[in-house]
């Protein structure tokens, strides 16, 4: 019954976080997340990218709730990236856990050197790293010919160069300290295709390529590096793109969409110890819809 709750608590509180529950249950959500921890992540330092919003923001209350301190990081464009960001902070903050964040885009390696540095400024030492910044929100389905090659390259640049220049900008620590944690964002779509987006499920099977090129790389420094490939998911991103109430869940042998915990779930269990001889390894969540 203690865990079942505890899965109730962790749900209500994500979804709150993400937007989809009103704002009147933040406090008691928070506050059940405290009664909750299991510290898995005790005294881990984790960095999470693209994580103003949506999955990043999960991926950060998650490992936060688990006891790892966090640094945030996201790009800059507008108000409300900056505002979102500083509310993933506050939200980790009001559980009573440590967070910051810093302003910076994945494409740049100066801002990925920057964000590294600031994070061993702040805790230390780096233990892990989420590589979850990706161009997906406000991409338009259409013919692989009419992409414009702007567009394209906009698209591989953050979801692929990104992943390599973060992972490169954490390398040096990991590599010194002996141990790392490294999760890329995925996606079941570049295992099955998608229809008018051949640029970002290109983009996705570089990542799935990446991490196994870097699996061998990283291992002898006992650095593990792994993916996580989500299928469609309940999100903002995911509402901005379709009617995800008329997502079609038949094919789905667990008859329902994704939601943010489920994958929130795997990302955690690849950061934690309890994964410490898995390594090159892409975990499709998508309650089987593709199964290989």
């Known amino acids: 019954?203690?865990?079942?709750?505890?899965?109730?608590?962790?749900?209500?509180?994500?979804?709150?976080?993400?937007?989809?529950?009103?704002?009147?249950?933040?406090?008691?959500a928070?506050?059940?997340?405290?009664?909750?921890?299991?510290?898995?992540?005790?005294?881990?330092?984790?960095?999470v990218t693209g994580g103003a919003r949506g999955l990043g923001r999960a991926f950060a209350?998650?490992?936060?709730?688990?006891?790892?301190?966090?640094?945030?990081?996201?790009?800059?464009?507008?108000?409300?990236?900056?505002?979102?960001?500083?509310e993933t902070v506050r939200l980790i903050m009001d559980m009573g856990a440590d967070a910051q964040f810093f302003e910076g885009d994945v494409t740049s390696e100066q801002d990925c050197r920057a964000m590294a540095?600031?994070?061993?400024?702040?805790?230390?030492k780096i233990d892990i790293l989420i590589n979850n910044a990706a161009i997906y929100d406000g991409l338009v389905r259409k013919p692989f010919d009419e992409i414009s090659i702007d567009e394209w390259d906009r698209v591989m640049g953050v979801n692929v160069k990104g992943a390599f220049l973060a992972t490169r900008a954490v390398f040096p620590v990991m590599k010194q300290q002996e141990y790392g944690k490294i999760?890329?964002?995925?996606?079941?779509?570049?295992?099955?295709?998608?229809?008018?987006?051949?640029?970002?499920?290109?983009?996705?099977?570089?990542?799935?390529?990446?991490?196994?090129a870097l699996a061998v790389e990283l291992g002898p420094y006992n650095i593990c590096i792994n993916a996580v490939a989500p299928g469609f998911t309940d999100t903002e991103a995911s509402r901005s793109l379709a009617d995800v109430d008329?997502?079609?869940?038949?094919?789905?042998?667990?008859?329902?969409m994704g939601t943010p915990e489920d994958i929130t779930g795997a990302a955690l269990f690849l950061a934690s110890p309890e994964s410490d001889f898995i390594t090159g390894q892409t975990l499709v969540v998508d309650g089987g819809r593709y199964m290989h």
């Not at 890329?184 to 099977?205: D, I, M, Q, R």
């Not at 008329?246 to 329902?256: E, G, Q, S």
């Open 61 to 86: 209350l998650r490992l936060a709730q688990e006891g790892a301190r966090v640094m945030v990081m996201n790009i800059v464009l507008n108000d409300k990236d900056l505002e979102d960001m500083k």
């Open 183 to 212: 999760v890329n964002l995925c996606s079941e779509t570049a295992f099955t295709g998608s229809h008018g987006f051949a640029h970002y499920v290109s983009s996705k099977g570089g990542v799935l390529a990446l991490t196994r």
């Open 117 to 124: 540095e600031k994070t061993i400024g702040s805790f230390g």
């Open 30 to 47: 928070l506050c059940a997340y405290g009664r909750s921890l299991n510290m898995r992540l005790k005294d881990r330092v984790a960095i």
């Open 246 to 256: 008329k997502y079609d869940t038949t094919k789905t042998p667990l008859n329902r």
């Open 1 to 28: 019954m203690g865990c079942g709750c505890r899965n109730i608590e962790t749900h209500s509180a994500l979804r709150i976080a993400l937007g989809v529950l009103p704002l009147c249950a933040l406090l008691s």
